[in-house]
Nanobody, 123 residues
Framework: QVQLVESGGGLVQAGGSLRLSCAASGRSFSSYAMAWFRQAPGKERELLAA??????????YYADSVKGRFTIFRDNAENTVYLQMNSLKFEDTAVYYC??????????????WGQGTQVTVSS
């Protein structure tokens, strides 16, 4: 089992950048695929980016809405996954969640979730 704690959210102007962090506790972090989701008020939760477990080279997936602007990467020595967000837009405003699932695939059901961190982009 793994516990996840996000940090790094806040208020930023449109066009700015933020880096979210997700610290994982528990064993075998390298064996988990990690992902970032977000949920805006009145909208469904959206998968933004995911990175596979380390044994497959950490293959990454991006939603079209963030491709080219957001980057997901992991530091297995620090048991942390990051989401670098550049060129932020007003519509990126949401609560951002980190999630984990055991195994290599970035698709499928994520079993472990953080508490979320608010990102607000001012126009």
């Amino acid at each position: 089992q793994v516990q996840l704690v996000e940090s790094g959210g806040g208020l930023v102007q449109a066009g700015g950048s933020l880096r979210l962090s997700c610290a994982a506790s528990g064993r075998s972090f390298s064996s988990y695929a990690m992902a970032w989701f977000r949920q805006a008020p009145g909208k469904e939760r959206e998968l933004l980016a995911a990175i596979g477990w380390s044994w497959s080279g950490g293959n990454a997936y991006y939603a079209d809405s963030v491709k080219g602007r957001f980057t997901i990467f992991r530091d297995n020595a620090e048991n942390t996954v990051y989401l670098q967000m550049n060129s932020l837009k007003f519509e990126d405003t949401a609560v951002y969640y980190c999630a984990a699932k055991l195994g290599p695939a970035v698709t499928g059901t994520y079993d472990y979730w953080g508490q979320g961190t608010q990102v607000t982009v001012s126009s």
